[in-house]
């Protein structure tokens, strides 16, 4: 039977530095809600990934999909409707609304059920059908609109978008409704400028010379950035677009269909694009994305979505070049398991 026995894959030192009896595992103190639990999610060196490609230089990433809705997504939703609260343009028991590609959509359907208010979600029926029941679990009610003539299941386009807006309006307007408003909302970019930055920051030992982020509303950038430049106005930031709708980088949107959910939907008119945070520019194409999400998971066992996979290719891009020797840091903003259906793990 002793001679069945294999060496791990990783090496004896490296098993016993992550043993239970070196690191301090004490469990978080009793959370009283469900939305303590929102934030304070890991922060992880991609060591397996840098190594095996003969890489200088440091990449990491801060696991979001540990948030109770699997997305960094609950961040916002809890800024927005505390703070919405807090100004009295929500009351108690009114009804929140919001166009969702599905995760801010989890993180509003799990803040209202806590503090008491209906949740309609208006989501484009190109988006995952993991995203529609996760929603629905939590007690959303999710409206599907239908994808605009010529798109393709799985890539929501900007005139999907527009669909999704239009539904979006009238249902507000229907129910008296409150809207979120993300790609508006300050507590968009609060909720990462105050809470996901400052992580980051001190996980990182103040150690951050880059950060990375696949635009959507471009509130977890523009506020993670803000956070960063505060702390040392040497940090570099670079946004991710896919290949064919990279307008912000000001490249002509070729289709404006693409795999990666959630992000590139060929704004220019984003509140939150802050391009004085942008020291450059990155395009990743759909294959690009998987392959990244593949080797998060095969690798570093981090199970992440489409954009994760787009930031991981970024990451990688950038330390073959202008990142070099340095640190690059990013966020897995969801959690694979809401991508099943799809074409990411066959």
Partial sequence: MNSELREPAHSRDEFYAFSPGSVDRRPPPLAHSVLETIGNTPLVELSRVVRARGLRGRI???????????????????????RAK????????????????????????????????????VMSRGNSVERVRQMAAFGAEVVLVDQADGSA??????????????????????????????????????????????????????????????????????????????????????????????????????????????????????????????DGYIQVTDAEAIAGARALAAEEGIFGGFSSGAHLAAALRLLEGPERNATVAFLVCDSGLKYLSTSLFP
């Fill in 60 to 82: 990491l990433t801060k696991l979001e999909f540990m948030n109770p809705g699997s997305s960094k997504k609950d961040r916002v939703a809890l800024e927005i409707v505390r």
């Fill in 86 to 121: 807090a100004e009295g343009a929500l009351h108690d028991g009114q009804t929140v609304v919001e166009l969702t590609s599905g995760n801010t959509g989890t993180g509003l359907a799990i803040v209202c059920g806590a503090l008491g208010h209906p949740f309609v979600a």
């Fill in 153 to 278: 299941p799985g890539q929501v386009s900007g005139a999907d978008l527009a669909l999704v807006e239009e539904r979006t309006i009238a249902l507000v307007a229907e129910r008296e409704a409150f809207r979120a408003h993300q790609f508006e909302h300050q507590g968009n970019v609060l909720a990462h400028q105050l809470h996901t930055g400052p992580e980051l920051w001190e996980q990182a030992g103040g150690r951050v010379d880059a950060f990375l982020d696949c635009v959507g509303t471009c509130g977890s950038f523009t506020g993670v950035m803000r956070c960063l430049r505060s702390l040392n106005p040497g940090v570099r930031g670079y946004l991710v677009e896919p290949a064919n709708a990279a307008v912000l980088a000001g490249h002509p949107a070729t289709s404006g269909r693409h795999q990666i959910q959630g992000a590139g939907y060929a704004r220019t008119d984003l509140p939150f694009f802050a391009p004085e945070l942008v």
